[in-house]
């Protein structure tokens, strides 16, 4: 599976942006997919998994309530829109993609990366 990222960019603190994730190579359906996001310095951080038919999600627990990760299996894509942002959410966002959906949180669980988008919040 191959993962491609889009929609970051750059917005002021209370903003939106909504984020992309597009599969290709093989049907996504049986996949879970999860968003972690990365900052210089620190360790790529966990942000929000769905699993294969959209019944398991899970947050962390700094965006819960202002973000939201959906999937649309028949377009091959994964959303996270996120609102209310603010200045710690800037990052760079990755989607992944792992087969079995387990250690949901831990990125050494997921096989399968895209190429990052940047997020960037101003104050």
């Known amino acids: 599976v191959q993962l491609q990222a889009s929609g970051g960019g750059l917005v002021q603190a209370g903003g939106s942006l909504r984020l992309s994730c597009a599969a290709s190579?093989?049907?996504?359906?049986?996949?879970?997919v999860a968003w972690f996001r990365h900052t210089p310095g620190k360790e790529r951080e966990f942000v929000a998994y769905?699993?294969?038919?959209?019944?398991?999600?899970d947050y962390e627990d700094s965006v819960k309530g202002r973000f939201t990760i959906s999937r649309d299996n028949r377009k091959n894509t994964a959303q996270l829109q996120m609102n209310s942002l603010k200045p710690e959410d800037t990052a760079v966002y990755y989607c992944a993609a792992q087969k079995i959906g387990v250690d949901v949180r831990r990125p050494n669980a997921y096989t399968y990366w895209g190429q990052g988008t940047q997020v960037t919040v101003s104050s």
């Open positions: 190579g093989r049907s996504f359906t049986s996949y879970s």
């Open positions: 769905i699993n294969w038919g959209g019944g398991g999600i």
